[in-house]
Nanobody, 128 residues
Framework: QVQLVESGGGLVQAGGSLRLSCVAS????????MGWFRQAPGTEREFVAA????????YHADSVKGRFTISRDNGKNTVYLQMNTLRPEDTAVYYC?????????????????????WGQGTQVTVSS
């Protein structure tokens, strides 16, 4: 089973940038489609972005499209979420998630129930 550890969260002013990292261990990251989700207090976990095993296909939620970018480096067993032009409403705990995928799969996944493994989360706070 893969283990996931997120990092890179913190406190930033509105309009600023952060880059989140999710490092996988235990199994090669290349065997997983990956996603980023977030959860603010009192809300349900929300889809942010997803990426296929190879990285060829990505998908971003409308709320972050044009501001956030998901990417991956399978050689480093790491998935990234570059977050630009941050807004106070982006404040949340951000989680990365992994879904085991067949070697020929080029799919990404947007539903939290589709993922097998989750990291512990990293807090992102955007001040106005």
């Amino acid at each position: 089973q893969v283990q996931l550890v997120e990092s890179g969260g913190g406190l930033v002013q509105a309009g600023g940038s952060l880059r989140l990292s999710c490092v996988a261990s235990g199994r090669p990251l290349e065997t997983y489609a990956m996603g980023w989700f977030r959860q603010a207090p009192g809300t349900e976990r929300e889809f942010v972005a997803a990426i296929s095993r190879s990285g060829e296909r990505t998908y971003h939620a409308d709320s972050v499209k044009g501001r956030f970018t998901i990417s991956r480096d399978n050689g480093k067993n790491t998935v990234y979420l570059q977050m630009n032009t941050l807004r106070p409403e982006d404040t949340a705990v951000y989680y990365c998630a992994a879904k085991s995928s067949l070697w020929y799969s080029n799919m990404y996944y947007v539903g939290p129930n589709q993922y097998d493994t989750w990291g512990q989360g990293t807090q992102v706070t955007v001040s106005s």
